[in-house]
């Protein structure tokens, strides 16, 4: 049991580490892109293939409703990852990421309404807390309005879609087992991700090799954290806690930018030192959520 609870807790705040660094180094290779979407196709094949080592751990019984229920969670992913990399690739990873934790709200919104879990005190204080530490997070509306208004709507609506995710993996895999849910949703989003085909800029052959070089690894990087936080929601069951704890990612993203973006070719610190202050009073406040969830 305890090995489980240091798991329980490790895993997800090592994946948000992870998310920080393949959200810069994803940045990084769509510089130069028209859109997104080589990318996108690229890191969920890799994220694909990676989930389908857990057929290894096995799981229930391969029923149409269990199949069903792997394909609409891998839908609602599918969009939030759509979203998400408009977010990054027309915003900034400082703002989207950070803005990316509202899911937190979202999730616990959905687990409360769909009955599937009792919220205390304690997880609806760190939830609100989370909210007003992402509203600091988020910069000053006169620092880069346009980039700021794309981070900001992609990322809200990337979360809702994220949130959704969750919920559903929390509630159908007992049914499937994680063994099996976690593959077929991540062939599921790997089917889409054909659908982006004819809007890449070029084939996948003619991407610029450095372009490549930065993401490959960020999106092998991005697969494991990704591997991780289902793995924690699909098995522990503790779906609000886990997300309170994945959002420490905010932090990381900030202090990244701030501190090694320029190795990135990042250039978001140039917005000054007093957002970016702000943003790290907004990472006070979410490490105190963090706090607030693990008492």
């Not at 799981?59 to 229920?69: A, D, I, K, M, S």
């Not at 917005?271 to 702000?278: A, E, L």
Request: charged share 10%; hydrophobic share 55%; with cysteine.
């Amino acid at each position: 049991m305890r090995s489980a609870a240091i798991a329980a807790t490790a895993v997800p705040l090592l994946s948000a580490v992870g998310y920080a660094l393949a959200a810069l180094m994803l940045k990084r290779a769509m510089e130069g892109e028209r859109n997104p979407w080589r990318v996108v196709f690229i890191v969920n094949m890799v994220t694909a293939l990676g989930f389908q080592s857990w057929f290894a751990v096995g799981g229930h019984p391969f029923t149409w409703e269990n199949v069903g229920h792997a394909v609409l969670a891998g839908l609602a992913f599918f969009i939030g990852q759509v979203l998400t990399f408009i977010a990054i690739s027309k915003g900034d990873v400082s703002i989207s990421t950070p803005v990316l934790g509202t899911k937190v709200v979202f999730v616990a919104l959905f687990a409360h309404l769909s009955g599937g879990e009792t919220l205390g005190p304690g997880l609806w204080a760190a939830t609100l807390l989370t909210s007003v530490a992402l509203a600091l997070l988020g910069g000053e509306w006169r620092a880069n309005r346009d980039r700021l208004l794309v981070s900001v709507t992609f990322a809200f609506l990337a979360a809702i879609a994220f949130a959704a995710t969750d919920v559903l993996q929390q509630h159908w895999v007992p049914a499937f087992g994680y063994g099996h849910f976690g593959p077929v949703m991540f062939l599921t989003v790997a089917t889409l991700s054909l659908g982006l085909i004819p809007f890449f800029d070029g084939g996948l052959m003619t991407m610029p090799r450095g372009a490549l070089a930065w993401t490959l690894p960020g999106s092998a990087v991005l697969a494991l954290q990704a591997m991780g936080i289902a793995y924690c929601i699909g098995v522990f069951q503790e779906v609000t806690v886990t997300n309170v704890l994945y959002n420490t990612r905010g932090l990381w993203s900030v202090a990244m930018v701030w501190v090694v973006g320029h190795w990135f070719a990042n250039t978001e610190r140039e917005v000054g030192t007093g957002i970016m202050f702000r943003r790290l009073l907004g990472t006070l406040l979410l490490l105190g959520a963090v706090w607030l969830c693990l008492r």
